[in-house]
Structures are given as C-alpha cells and as structure tokens.
C-alpha cells in the first residue's frame, strides 16, 4: 500500500534497489522500494567526489533540498527526504510513473497543441505556486520536467532555483537556450533574481512544445545574439491564439511580460483546457 514515507531518519538499508531510470550531469537515479511500506519512488545517489568540495554543486544540492522538501503541489516532483553516507548523497524522490519530457518530446517530435496547451496549464500552475513562496526555478526546460503516471507533468531538479532576492553568485554552463535576455547580459545581476526569469523560459518552453526546436536554437555566439534580441519567427502552421501567447512571454522586458494568471485565463489555454472532454474533440464551439 503506498504510504507517505514518514520516518525523519532514512538509511540505505531501508530500501530495495530497483533497475537505473537514468543519469544526470552529477548522479543517477534508481527505482527503488521502501521495504515497510512497500512505497515505490526515485532514489538520487549524488556522489560527494563529484561534488568537488565547496565548489558551487554542493550549495546546489544543499538549495535542491531545503527548496524542494517544502513543496507540495501535484506538478512539482516531491522530494520526502534524503540521507547520506560517507561516500554519497542519497535523495528520496517521487517516481514518475512515464519518466522524462524531454524523451517524449524527442520521440513525438513536438507535441499537439492541446497537449502543449495542458502542460502549459500545468507549469503556469507550478510557477504561480513557485513564485506565491518566493522561489524562481531559473531552469525551466524539457531535461527538467518529468511525467506522472496520470500523464500530468512534474517539474523537478530544482538544482538552480533560489529564494528571491538572492545575491549569491551563480556560474551558467548547459544549454543557453533557456536562458533570457537579462541572465545573458552582463551588468545588473539583481534581475536574474526577478520570478519574470521564469516566464521567458516558459515562452520558451511552448515554443518547443509546438515546433519540436527552441526559438533561439543556433550557434552559440548566434543564439546570445538573436535572445538579446528576442529575434525568433514562429512558423505559419502554429495557431494564431499560441502565436499570440509566445509572443507576449517572449518580451525582452522582464516586466512587460504575461502574468502567470493572464496565461492561465489567455484564450489559447482556455480553448483547451476546459474541463470535461477534450476541447479538440468537441463538434461545436463552446458558447
Ligand atoms: C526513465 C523512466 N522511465 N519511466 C517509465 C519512468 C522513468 C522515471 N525516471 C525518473 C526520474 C529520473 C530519471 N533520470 N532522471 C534524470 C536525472 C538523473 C540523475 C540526476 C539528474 C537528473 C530523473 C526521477 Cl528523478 C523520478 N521519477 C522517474 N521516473
């Protein structure tokens, strides 16, 4: 029966090791059992070598956890706890039951927009909860969202997100895709903590949704270029209300960027993500 895993004090012996789900830049995870309570989840084993010692990766995983332990919402994978011997880090996560976007996206190439619509629902839900507690994620892409059993979407690896305000120094490495125009730019770093970091990347992240490629997908030296510019075209075939809403996420000014709740209510989304049977299906207009 599955139980909340509830002891404060987990140790390795407590579970049974199931088969590798995959691996990240530091770590890999395993599916595991806790033997009690028969509760099925994700077992993150870091490495403390890897972790090179006060280095910025451990701060990180000390964030991911004092972050992620806190929150509960059903869009944001859980994390029930963590432990550590006197090699590795061990972090008890939620098992997705249909694994990584990221693949789903790859293997479907880009996704219909209904089902682009719903996930985008989904994050904008996520995010709003985020930013209620004053955390911005500051990583929002494919790699970093996970799928539940009921195919909804969990965003995890909260490796990069932080308290705002934050004056802590961060060092960017991975895909500059993401990233918006004020984390690019040099000078002023007080806007790397401002939450409108997060809706750039959700503009981004529905954009590659529907196209099955970032806007700003290019060279390197390209791609800095053409996000400062927010230079991107959206193909003719994406629909004019997804146009519409990329468009007014996709905004070089942090602060004229669409409100969470005006994405949730925006006419894209509504079309959609009506309750009851897929709108797409529906024969008439709703009234
Ligand atoms: C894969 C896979 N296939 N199916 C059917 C379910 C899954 C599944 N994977 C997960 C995973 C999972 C696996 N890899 N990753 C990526 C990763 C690994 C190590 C460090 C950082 C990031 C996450 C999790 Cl956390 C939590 N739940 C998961 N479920």
Known sequence: VDQPLVP????????????PLGKGKFGRVYLARERSSN???????????????G???????????????NLRHP????????????????LILEFAGKGELYKHL????????????????????????LHRKHVIHRDIKPENILVGIHGEIKI???????????????????????????????GSKDNWYNEKVDLWSLG???????????PFEDTPIMTHKRIARADMTIPEWVSKEAKDLIKKLLVLDPEKRLPLEEVQT???IIKHCVKGERASNREKPLK
């Open 204 to 214: 981004v992240l529905i954009y590659e949704f529907l196209v099955g490629e970032a």
């Open 266 to 268: 925006h006419p894209w």
């Open 106 to 129: 790859r293997r479907e190439n880009r996704f219909p927009e209904w089902k682009a619509a719903q996930y985008t629902a989904q994050m904008a839900s996520a995010l709003r909860y």
């Open 55 to 69: 280095s910025g990766v451990e701060k990180q995983v000390r964030r991911e956890i004092e972050i992620q332990s």
């Open 156 to 186: 995890s690896d909260f490796g990069w997100s932080v308290h705002a305000p934050n004056n802590r120094r961060q060092t960017l490495c991975g895909t500059l895709d993401y990233l918006p125009p004020e984390m690019i730019k040099s």
């Open 39 to 53: 509760f099925i989840c994700a077992l993150k084993v870091l490495y403390k070598s890897e972790l090179q010692q």
């Open 75 to 90: 869009n944001i994978l859980k994390l029930y706890g963590h432990f550590h011997d006197s090699k590795r880090i061990f």
């Open 8 to 19: 404060k004090q987990f140790h390795l012996g407590m579970f049974e090791i199931g088969r």
